[in-house]
């Protein structure tokens, strides 16, 4: 059992046509249940964000996708504030429910049935000339790769101040366990369940240079070095990319803060989503022999 919440707000992706007025429905149901709700509006509204950081409430209701939940834990995570993700996206990885599914789980806040699950953050840092440039909190990854020349880049990557490998690559990923299912996924990383807290380094196309993914403890400091003659970015969790110039470096560490996500069910949820969705091969579908 946990603490009883009773005082709510709900921010919904207003580009999902069914999230408003999904939004409004539930606001009226956790009235009737008892509860009060201090805002419904969009994710990018400046007066949730305000409220957010007085904590005039108590959880936040967040419907959209992923990429929504991305955005609220970004919003959330300094004022510590859990996060109840209600699916109307695609995969919704980060979720907890499904868009027909909340009634019966909504109740469960005010009676206090339900956990929270921290999940580890990073910090990156730009540097130009050993001057820093701006730093990004990362829920999901930091990607430092080629701009607009479709060519490769040199990459040099260092863990606390040692050298640890050098790429001829598209770019280089460093992700949290939580960003271990998303780009870094796809590039052919692995795959480490949320309540890890691990960095994980893998190389996008990587030519004639090691391919390998690196898991690294929590406390390593990982630098990423940009050797190139053209341009290169990199980008916090799919945001507007950063132009960087050569000998530029991103330093990602552990960040302080930890994301917090409202769970009912059981911890084994992870796998049976990772499945859900892994299984896509037709030869799947198809009886054993």
């Known amino acids: 059992m946990s603490q009883p919440l009773n005082h709510f707000a709900i921010a919904f992706n207003q580009q999902i046509p069914e999230a408003e007025p999904l ?46 939940m991305l955005r609220a834990s970004h919003l959330c995570a300094s004022a510590r504030l859990p996060l109840l993700g209600i699916n109307l996206g695609s995969f919704g990885f980060l979720m907890e429910l499904q868009r ?47 701009g607009q020349h479709v ?33 870094a996924l796809a590039a052919g990383g692995a795959i480490l369940p949320p309540d890890l807290r691990n960095i994980i380094v893998v190389p996008v196309a990587p030519h004639l240079s090691p391919n390998q993914s690196i898991i690294l403890n929590e406390g390593a400091e990982v630098t990423i070095i940009v050797s190139t003659s ?32 409202i769970r009912f069910h059981d911890p084994g949820y992870f796998y049976r989503t990772l499945n859900r969705f892994m299984e896509q091969n ?5 009886p054993r022999q």
């Open 23 to 68: 939004s409004v429905k539930i606001g009226a149901f956790m009235k009737a249940a008892g509860g009060s709700i201090e805002e419904v509006s969009t994710i990018q509204d400046k007066a949730l964000r305000q409220r957010i950081k007085k904590k005039e409430f108590e959880a936040l209701i967040v419907l959209g996708g992923d990429g929504t």
């Open 282 to 286: 037709p030869s799947l579908s198809q």
């Open 151 to 183: 060519r490769p880049i040199r990459l040099d990557a260092e863990v606390d101040g040692y050298h640890m490998a050098s790429y001829v690559a598209d770019g280089l990923i460093a992700a949290t366990p939580t960003g271990s299912t998303a780009y």
């Open 100 to 146: 027909n599914e909340w009634e019966p789980y909504l109740k469960k806040l005010m009676t206090g049935e339900y956990r929270i699950e921290e999940r580890m953050l990073l910090q990156a840092e730009h540097f130009r000339r050993n001057t820093s440039r701006g730093s990004w909190l990362v829920v999901n990854d930091v990607v430092v790769c080629r």
């Open 230 to 261: 053209h341009q290169a970015v990199f980008s916090v969790d799919g945001h507007i990319p950063v132009i960087m110039e050569d000998k530029d470096f991103v330093r990602i560490t552990s960040s302080e803060l930890n994301s917090r996500y």
